[in-house]
């Protein structure tokens, strides 16, 4: 009996046999794995830049007597400190 293999189930067979890593397509997402790894990186470094700034704010704003760690213009009063 003849089976006529269509082109998508070849390249499923060949997928199967091929060793790891030899398909375009390991290739293509081993790529988007580095790249999402970078933004995930760019994202941890963003984080860590804003909480660090918060806190010498707030370090700031307590050295220069504010107890409340907020130094500067009162918008709630229009106090100046």
């Given at each position: 009996m003849?089976?006529?293999?269509?082109?998508?189930?070849?390249?499923?067979?060949?997928?199967?046999?091929?060793?790891?890593?030899?398909?375009?397509?390991?290739?293509?997402a081993?790529?988007?794995?580095?790249?999402?790894?970078?933004?995930f990186?760019?994202?941890?470094?963003?984080?860590?830049?804003?909480?660090?700034?918060?806190?010498?704010?707030?370090?700031?704003?307590?050295?220069?007597?504010?107890?409340?760690?907020?130094?500067?213009?009162?918008?709630?009063?229009?106090?100046?400190?």
């Open positions: 003849y089976v006529k293999l269509s082109v998508s189930t070849f390249l499923i067979f060949a997928g199967i046999v091929a060793p790891p890593g030899a398909t375009p397509a390991a290739k293509v081993r790529v988007l794995l580095q790249v999402t790894g970078m933004g990186g760019i994202y941890c470094v963003a984080a860590i830049g804003l909480f660090l700034a918060g806190v010498c704010v707030r370090v700031r704003g307590r050295m220069t007597g504010d107890p409340a760690g907020r130094a500067g213009h009162d918008r709630a009063t229009g106090d100046h400190p």
